[in-house]
Nanobody, 120 residues
Framework: QVQLVESGGGLVQPGGSLRLSCAAS????????MGWYRQAPGKQRELVAYITSGQSTNYADSVQGRFTISRDNAKNTVALQMNSLKPEDTAVYYC??????????????WGQGTQVTVSS
């Protein structure tokens, strides 16, 4: 049974930082690509970033230069460091795992999500 459990969400002021973490179980973690999606109220879920099993990373244009995704294969965790947060980053953030094939990341498993609110 695959489980992805997110932590680290919360309320932060604009310009602040948050670090999200996701602990995975039930998969051979090192073989999977890992990613983060987010969904803001009234909007579609969108890809934020992913990291492949080979440590290649990809970011949405809206977060490039502000967010950093990383993974620790020894601990089966993936993290998303979010700096210079903006109100438009407010969303529920979802951890996911999947495969990276043909230059495409396809999530297969999802966490329950963690709320990030950026507001003064």
């Amino acid at each position: 049974q695959v489980q992805l459990v997110e932590s680290g969400g919360g309320l932060v002021q604009p310009g602040g930082s948050l670090r999200l973490s996701c602990a995975a179980s039930g998969i051979i973690f090192s073989r999977y690509s890992m990613g983060w999606y987010r969904q803001a109220p009234g909007k579609q879920r969108e890809l934020v970033a992913y990291i492949t099993s080979g440590q290649s990373t990809n970011y949405a244009d809206s977060v490039q230069g502000r967010f950093t995704i990383s993974r620790d294969n020894a601990k089966n965790t993936v993290a998303l460091q979010m700096n210079s947060l903006k109100p438009e980053d407010t969303a529920v953030y979802y951890c996911n795992s999947g495969l990276y094939q043909f230059s495409t990341y396809s999530p297969a498993y999802w966490g329950q999500g963690t709320q990030v609110t950026v507001s003064s």
